[in-house]
């Protein structure tokens, strides 16, 4: 069975400088999607940002970026020049396209990031 | 732009009571979803749907009916609440092609007491 493991139940980091969050999964399949959500104290969840497997690239999204290890399984999430807007709960997930209707992702237990000023 | 809106945003009830949660979304998407979180967890798949008059059981369905007679609106019922249904309960929504991004509503924080 898939599942994904976040080591780090808290970090925190001091306003512009950069951290690093970790996420390692287990699966036997090779087609598959990884994603970091955000969840701010309002609770809504929001995409990050989106890595599909095939593509060996890093993606990025502004002051995000991941480090994608297949072979390691490894899927951690860079934010860069940290802000005070920044501080949530951030959620690792994953899914494959067989679930592709369901949508049922398997999510880490999640990281809360504290920013201090 | 609303996006996925849910109601209420907090309620407590007393075992055995029953409810239903209200999601709407105006995105004109496909497929629609019920989470829920319980402390310090991910989210756990309730139910999702398809399409108007497709429904379908996730992760953890028990204790739980939906139903989706329109594009836009997918309500999650709970009947005979149990303490063990005390959590967050997220609605979401997305387009059909694969890969692409579920868009959440601001959650329902419910206890059951």
């Known amino acids: 069975a898939q599942t994904v493991t976040q080591s780090q139940p808290e970090m925190s980091v001091q306003e512009a400088e950069t951290v690093t969050l970790s996420c390692t999964y287990d699966?036997?399949?090779?087609?598959?999607?990884l994603f970091w959500y955000k969840q701010p104290p309002s609770r809504q969840m929001i995409l990050v940002i989106r890595?599909?497997?095939?593509k060996q690239q890093n993606a990025t999204e502004n002051r995000f970026s991941v480090n994608f290890q297949k072979a390691a399984k490894s899927f951690s999430l860079k934010i860069s020049d940290s802000q005070l807007g920044d501080a949530a709960m951030y959620f690792c997930?994953?899914?494959?396209?067989?679930?592709?209707?369901?949508?049922?992702?398997?999510w880490g237990a999640g990281t809360k990031l504290i920013i201090k000023p | 732009n609303a996006g996925v809106t849910q109601t209420p945003k907090f309620r407590i009830l007393k075992i055995g009571q029953s409810m239903t949660l209200q999601c709407t979304q105006d995105?004109?998407?496909?497929?629609m979803y019920w989470y829920r979180q319980d402390p310090g967890m991910g989210l756990k798949l309730i139910y999702y749907s398809v399409g108007a008059g497709i429904t379908d059981k996730g992760e953890v369905p028990n204790g739980y009916n939906v139903s989706r007679s329109t594009t836009e609106d997918f309500p999650l019922r709970l009947e005979l609440a149990a303490p063990s249904q005390t959590s967050v309960y997220f609605c979401?929504?997305?387009?059909?092609?694969?890969?692409?991004?579920?868009?959440f509503g601001s959650g329902t924080q419910l206890s059951v007491l």
């Open positions: 995105m004109n998407h496909n497929y």
């Open positions: 699966t036997s399949e090779s087609d598959y999607y």
């Open positions: 997930a994953y899914r494959t396209p067989l679930m592709d209707s369901n949508y049922q992702l398997i």
């Open positions: 979401a929504s997305r387009y059909r092609d694969r890969g692409e991004k579920l868009f």
């Open positions: 890595q599909e497997a095939y």
